[in-house]
C-alpha cells in the first residue's frame, strides 16, 4: 500500500513527462509511480508554495537519476523497510518548503533488520561483511578477478555486475577525477557525483582492467569529490579534453586498444535555484528534525536555502516522514 494519497491526479503515471527517461534509466513500470500534486498546481495556476501538504514515511534509499535535456533528474524510491512502494518525483519539490523527521529507526536495506548504525550504503555489520554489495572491488575495481572465474564474494552477482563492460573516465566535480563505471551507468553515475561535465578515456570488458588504468591515473588525476566545493559550484578551469589527452599519454601502450576515440563533453546542469555560500551537512543521528526551503539536488544532496545540506544516499535505510 502507497504511504501516502493515491486517488486520480495525486499519482499519475500518464501525467509524468519523463516515463520514456525513467524507462531508459532501468525504471520499470512498477517503479514509475511519482508524484505529481506540483505539477497539476503549476497547471492550475497554483504557485508551489500555495500546493498541499503531502506527507511520505519511508525507508530512504539512493536517489535513481537520468539526464534530460542535459538537467539533471531525480527520482526518490520509496520503502516500507524492504518492500518497494513507490518513487517521488524531487525535482518538482525544488523551490517548495520540506520537513524531514527521522523515526528512529534504521533497517538494513538488505536484509530489514532494525539495526542502530549503518556500515557502507545502509548495510548492518553483518551485511557488510557478506554482502556482495559491499565487495572489495566496488571500491577498488582493481581488485575483481571474476572475468579470470575467480569470485571474491559472490559469483552469480560479480558476473553480472563486473565481469561487463566498463567505462574509465574524467569527470569535472569540483577538480577533474578519474572514476570507473559500467557503461550503462552513465549518465547516472556522473549526476551521482555531482559532475558538470564527464569524458570517456576507455571501454574495457570487464572491471579490473578499468580498474588497473585507474590506478595507474591516480597519482596524476585526484579519485574522489571535494563535496563542500561541489556543492558551492567552485570548480577549476582545467579543460576536459586536454586533461584527457594528457590522461592517455600517461597510460602504458598496452592499455591503447581499449581507449576511447569518442571526445564528446557530457554536460550536466541541476535543477539548483541557488548555490550556497556556506556548507553545513545534516545528520539524521544529531539533528532527528529539520525544516527548510528545498533550493536545489546536487549529486545525492538535498541542499536548502540556510546552507545546509542532507546527503540522502549516506542515510539509506533511515526511516524518516516527510512533508512538503
Known amino acids: 500500500m502507497l504511504p501516502f494519497p493515491c486517488g486520480r491526479g495525486i499519482l499519475s503515471l500518464e501525467a509524468a513527462p519523463t516515463e520514456a527517461v525513467w524507462a531508459s534509466a532501468g525504471v520499470g513500470a512498477c517503479d514509475a509511480f511519482v508524484v505529481v500534486f506540483t505539477r497539476r498546481c503549476a497547471a492550475q495556476g497554483q504557485p508551489q508554495g500555495q500546493n498541499p501538504v503531502t506527507h511520505i514515511t519511508t525507508n530512504l534509499r539512493r536517489m535513481r537519476t537520468a539526464l534530460l535535456d542535459g538537467v539533471a533528474q531525480y527520482l526518490l524510491p520509496l520503502y516500507d523497510v524492504l518492500a518497494h512502494t513507490g518513487t517521488c518525483d524531487m525535482n518538482l519539490l525544488v523551490g517548495g518548503t520540506m520537513v524531514v523527521r527521522f523515526a528512529h529507526a534504521i533497517h538494513c536495506i538488505a536484509s530489514g533488520k532494525q539495526i542502530t548504525k549503518t556500515f557502507g550504503e545502509g548495510l548492518s555489520y553483518a551485511a557488510w561483511r557478506t554482502s556482495p554489495a559491499a565487495v572489495e572491488s566496488i571500491v577498488r575495481p582493481e581488485l575483481s578477478r571474476i572475468h579470470e572465474g575467480i569470485a571474491l564474494r559472490d559469483a552469480a552477482w560479480e558476473d553480472a555486475h563486473h565481469n561487463q563492460p566498463h567505462y574509465v573516465y574524467l569527470s569535472k566535480t569540483s577538480a577533474v577525477k578519474v ?29 579490473q582492467l578499468a580498474g588497473l588504468m585507474e590506478v595507474a591515473l591516480k597519482g596524476h588525476f585526484a579519485d574522489t569529490t571535494a563535496w563542500r566545493a561541489m556543492l558551492q559550484n567552485r570548480s577549476t578551469g582545467e579543460d576536459v579534453h586536454t586533461r584527457k589527452e594528457e590522461a592517455l599519454a600517461l597510460l602504458p601502450a598496452a592499455y591503447a586498444p581499449f581507449f576511447c576515440a569518442d571526445d564528446t563533453v557530457t554536460r550536466i546542469a541541476y535543477p539548483v535555484l541557488q548555490y550556497p555560500d556556506r556548507v553545513t551537512s545534516l545528520k539524521l543521528d544529531t539533528t532527528p528534525a529539520f525544516t527548510g526551503t528545498l533550493t536545489g539536488i546536487k549529486g545525492q544532496y538535498l541542499l536548502f536555502a540556510d546552507g545546509h545540506v542532507l546527503n540522502v544516499r549516506a542515510h539509506a535505510g533511515y526511516r524518516v516522514h516527510l512533508e512538503f
Do not use: H, K, M
Not at 182 to 193: L, Y
Open 179 to 207: 572514476g570507473v563505471t559500467r557503461t550503462c551507468n552513465v549518465p547516472s553515475r556522473w549526476i551521482d557525483q555531482g559532475a558538470t561535465e564527464a569524458i570517456r578515456l576507455a571501454e574495457t570488458p570487464y572491471r
